[in-house]
T-cell receptor
């Protein structure tokens, strides 16, 4: 297994554009998490799935953010009408529901100009 | 809500020094506690964990004990090496399941001088 894979690794976009990130988890993991990390801060929880069900979404997340995991495998995180404040590293992690150990991808860095 | 507070960095030590990075938490239920590490240029990875009070997690010479009475999970290592230079994140599983969402602290950057 190659671990958690995220694409693209880096995205530069103009304010107001939509962006989508993809995460491919470790194949046998049924949980998938999205976090956002800015410089000097810890990962901030955004949302997580068990199989295809979205179990929780952060109250801090605006309606411009949406995530899906349609078949319980890969997941996408879409940000609509991007703002400069959305610039951050977006991290995906996966785990087994019986374990608290998260396996992280290398992240997708978003730069909004 | 559930949260984690850890000591601010950066922390700079000489090789073979003793390390303590403080971490305290606020949680409902019975959280599991974790330390994750991020080495330069790499993704976050689990360093150690403890799932109930008085448990001690250990790995790579690092240890942390789950102290319910003080709501703490301090990270310690008796003799640090240059290769330990990294950012360390304390974390907890929120809610009543050991595999609920994981909440992270803000991280502590550790630099070890040869």
């Amino acid at each position: 297994d190659t671990g958690v894979s995220q694409n693209p690794r880096h995205k530069i976009t103009k304010r107001g554009q939509n962006v989508t990130f993809r995460c491919d988890p470790i194949s046998e993991h049924n949980r998938l998490y999205w976090y956002r990390q800015t410089l000097g801060q810890g990962p901030e929880f955004l949302t997580y799935f068990q199989n295809e069900a979205q179990l929780e979404k952060s109250r801090l997340l605006s309606d411009r953010f949406s995530a899906e995991r349609p078949k319980g495998s890969f997941s996408t995180l879409e940000i609509q009408r991007t703002e400069q404040g959305d610039s951050a590293m977006y991290l995906c992690a996966s785990s087994l529901s019986t374990s608290g150990e998260l396996f992280f991808g290398e992240g997708s860095r978003l730069t909004v100009l | 809500g559930d949260s984690v507070t850890q000591m601010e960095g950066p922390v700079t030590l000489s090789e073979e020094a003793f390390l303590t990075i403080n971490c305290t938490y606020t949680a409902t239920g019975y959280p599991s506690l974790f330390w994750y590490v991020q080495y330069p240029g790499e993704g976050l990875q689990l360093l150690l964990k403890a799932t109930k009070a008085d448990d001690k997690g250990s790995n790579k010479g690092f240890e942390a004990t789950y102290r319910k009475e003080t709501t703490s999970f301090h990270l310690e290592k008796g003799s640090v090496q240059v290769s330990d230079s990294a950012v360390y994140f304390c974390a907890l599983s929120a809610g009543y399941s050991s595999a609920s969402k994981i909440i992270f602290g803000s991280g502590t950057r550790l630099s070890i001088r040869p």
